[in-house]
């Protein structure tokens, strides 16, 4: 199988190379330059530009613009275009451009509780890219709705995400039932699910929570 990863660098990004890597053939689908295990090849984007995608079995689309905690509440203004950017226009485009090219079955990573007429920012624009998708009618859609991710990022974690980290972990011992796919969740496990749920015969449209690990 070819697969194709976007977003190729981040926290889940890179666990679904690693992952995939072992089986199958794999291109990222990235920005810049990057040291990827050396079974895997590179294709270099540029996202304000226009380009063309290769022929694959599935699109993987991790893209996501690095939010600080506060703006998951209330967005500021300065951080709104650029959010807006990556985790719409960036995700349509590619998402257009791979239906365009033949690639029918695509997987995306959203968030828990996205809706389009949501009042916070963050997840009313991750329920409108879910809209958008949905409408280019896809052979399989995969959604995917983390709640908060854990794992080792790149650049260090401010101690206020650590904080939130520390309480949420113990408070989401209490969440239970349909409440469970808001605790944190691991990167590595979404990543996994991703993997698994992309070669299932599952068509049409899928919605993945923590729940669903």
Same mark, same amino acid.
């Given at each position: 199988?070819? !697969? ?21 053939? $794999? ?6 330059? #990057? ?11 540029? #996202? ?8 694959? +079995?599935?699109?993987?689309? %991790?893209?996501?613009?690095? $939010? ?5 509440? $209330?967005?500021?203004?300065? &951080?709104? @275009?650029?959010?807006? /950017?990556?985790? #719409?226009? !960036?995700? %349509?485009?590619?998402?257009? /451009? ?9 997987? $995306?990573?959203?968030? &828990? ?8 920012? #963050? ?15 896809? /052979? /399989?859609?995969?959604?995917?709705? *983390? ?6 990022? +790149?650049?260090?974690?401010?101690? +206020?995400? @650590? ?14 039932? *349909? ?5 944190? &969740? ?13 070669? +299932? ?13």
């Amino acid at each position: 199988m070819k !697969y194709f990863v976007a977003g190729s660098t981040g926290l889940i990004g890179k666990n679904l190379i690693n992952i995939l890597s072992e089986n199958h053939q $794999v291109t990222a689908l990235t920005r810049r330059d #990057y040291k990827f295990p050396e079974n895997v090849d590179q294709l270099i984007l540029n #996202y304000e530009n226009s380009f063309e995608l290769p022929q694959a +079995d599935h699109l993987f689309i %991790c893209l996501g613009f690095p $939010v600080e905690l506060l703006d998951l509440i $209330v967005m500021r203004g300065s &951080v709104k @275009k650029l959010f807006y /950017k990556v985790d #719409y226009d !960036y995700v %349509c485009h590619l998402a257009e /451009k791979a239906k365009s090219n033949g690639i029918e079955n695509v997987s $995306v990573i959203s968030a &828990v509780g996205a809706h389009a007429k949501s009042l916070n920012y #963050y997840l009313k624009i991750k329920g409108l890219m879910e809209q958008k998708l949905k409408s280019l009618n896809f /052979k /399989k859609l995969n959604i995917f709705q *983390p709640s908060h991710l854990l794992g080792e990022r +790149d650049k260090p974690q401010g101690h +206020d995400v @650590k904080l939130f980290e520390d309480i949420t972990n113990f408070s989401g011992q209490f969440l239970f039932g *349909p409440l469970k796919k808001f605790k944190n &969740v691991a990167a590595a496990d979404i990543a996994e699910l991703m993997a698994k749920k992309s070669s +299932d015969s599952s068509n049409g449209v899928n919605i993945y929570t923590r729940l669903d690990i």
